[in-house]
């Protein structure tokens, strides 16, 4: 895994977008520094954020709760929300 906040920005990414739910209601999805950030809601064991941009791809543990799972994915994309 990189150190927070330490990931390549690239310029073909999307601009900072908020925390947002897909079409498929189970997925909510940002755009931060160049990240894409999704959180997936797993159908009994809870939430599962993951990080990806160029060359970087971070899962986090199941967590209880959406909001933990996007803080987590915040994090790695390099701060506040």
Do not use: F, I
Request: glycine share 8%; proline share 4%; net charge positive.
């Amino acid at each position: 895994m990189s150190p927070r906040g330490r990931h390549k920005r690239s310029a073909s990414c999307h601009a900072d977008e908020p925390w947002t739910r897909t079409s498929d209601r189970s997925v909510w999805r940002a755009y931060k520094n160049g990240l894409v950030l999704t959180v997936t809601r797993l159908t009994v064991d809870g939430w599962q954020a993951v990080v990806e941009g160029p060359g970087v791809t971070e899962r986090s543990s199941v967590v209880a709760t959406r909001l933990k799972a996007q803080a987590w994915a915040d994090n790695r994309a390099g701060g506040d929300r």
